[in-house]
């Protein structure tokens, strides 16, 4: 169990079509490097898709969730695809997301593997 306690989300990664950028938090760093580079795929090709800031973040419960932002002046940002393709995300990638907030839960929260 990590010694880290976190009181506040915590970004796990995140990709901007604006920096064409990719961020991976090196806390995380433990993950498989599979796991870590189909996140960056996933993130990456969402932005290069539908524009805007995709982050991957958990909450102070340990969910994970997909955040979505966009600059005011961006008129290019697909509104109704980032939806669209944030549903085909947590659709086929679905065991995958459930995981890595269990990871999480077991390893930064300190809670019991279920049985």
Not at 64 to 73: E, I, Y
């Amino acid at each position: 169990m990590s010694d880290i306690v976190h009181d506040a989300p915590v970004v796990l990664c995140a990709s901007s079509a604006y920096e064409e950028k990719y961020y991976f938090n090196q806390e995380f760093a433990g993950l498989p490097q599979s796991i870590q580079d189909e996140l960056q795929i996933m993130c990456v090709l969402y932005t290069a898709d539908v524009g805007g800031i995709l982050t991957l973040q958990y909450d102070t419960e340990g969910n994970l969730l997909m955040n979505v932002t966009s600059a005011s002046d961006d008129f290019l940002f697909d509104e109704i695809g980032s939806v669209l393709k944030i549903k085909q995300i947590q659709s086929e990638k679905r065991e995958l997301l459930e995981s890595l907030a269990l990871y999480y839960r077991i390893k930064f929260m300190g809670e019991e593997l279920p049985v």
